[in-house]
């Protein structure tokens, strides 16, 4: 990463050092699938536009964000780039602000001319930025989780292709929940959009099982200390269904500890609630037998794939999910592995779409919209998943981990059957 400014940066390779990087590497070029870069000497980088949480509370996913997007990015270019093109990163700090995300979305277009944006997760920010996005006819690739894409309330030029939504996961883990953790169920949440969707949808999904609701905490996103809510939670309460981000999220879990002691009900957590804090923090003992939501496991499993274990390689994460040589650098393995395979699902679509430059716009959002399905491997290492082009959503397996021994085992892998649900409207009729 160099940083062109506190709040701007550049990965990539230059076309110099591109060529002198190839011209080292013979058993690369000699490689399977190898492409070399077509007139490297006259062909433009293609600029990915990563808009990055390095600030606000979005900060701990935002810097495990570029670490996925800069070891992607090493790989893409290790094998000829896209197109034949090399590809640079150019991140821009949006503050995990839905203001500044539109601003920083209209700087890429008008400053860096990227010729996409790319990565934003909270999903308030994807929120205030897809306008700006559609107005500009940006293509918008986001790793984000809510459900405000495949809701089709955004528009055209926004895509969610390497990441589920939260009603898709909700919906595929319900039956699991009601079946083995409990059915009268209090929902502590975020009070805003990505907390709104887990209530929204979480709700009728567990009454599909027989399951009901009895309780909706929503805390507002900036909380530091939670205790004064807890005495909300209704004494007949069977599971308590914890969905929390931000900066405080351990002293959210401490604080539910502390509150119950050893007499609490079973607790179900997304993973959101403990990312990038490690397992072993003092206080967090009580969360012994409970489940949380993986997307992708933090702890390496003993049936990882080899893909699972050449992607974790390359981003730096050791068997513990946390930064290879710092145990206490826990990283956000739930969600950055969307960075990883979007990226990949750009380069497929530019790829089918022959993009060469800004004017081919429509022609990458037609060939991402045609895309259908990703196969487990190296480009998608977290599994198989099929795409709506319609939604611009992608569909895949979630994971129920239990907490064991102080870590984080799987105990049940959803089908991607599971996860689907009728599309609510069609961005393909829309103008380009």
Known sequence: MIDKNRNSGLIGLN?????KGLAASAGLMAAPGFVRYSQAQSSAPIKIGFQAHRTGIGAAYGRWYEKTTAAALKLINEAGGINGRPVEIIT???GTDPKRGAEVVGKFASQHKTD?????????VVIGSAPTAGELKMPYYVVSEGHHVASTKMNRYCFQPGITDVKSQVISMAPWIAANVGKKITMIYPDFAFGHDHRDYFTPAIAAQGGEVIAQIPIPPTESSFTRYFPQIPAETEVIYHVMVGPAVLTFVKELGEFYGTNRPQL???IDSLEAVDMASP???FL????????????????????VKA?????GIDENGAAVGDPKDVSTSAHMFGCWETLYVVKQAMEAAGYKGPEDRGKLVEATEALTEFKEGPEHPQGDKTFNGKIHQCFGHQNISVVEGGKLKVVHRTSIEDGLYEPEGDYTTQAL
């Open 15 to 19: 076309r110099r050092s591109a060529l």
């Open 288 to 307: 012994e037998g409970s489940h949380f939501w993986e997307g992708m496991p933090r702890y390496l499993q003993p049936d990882a794939s080899d893909a």
């Open 283 to 285: 206080g967090l003992e």
């Open 268 to 270: 179900f957590g997304f």
């Open 116 to 124: 996409i944006v790319f990565g934003t997760l909270f999903s308030h």
């Open 92 to 94: 821009e700090d949006d």
């Open 311 to 315: 992607y974790r390689n390359a981003v």
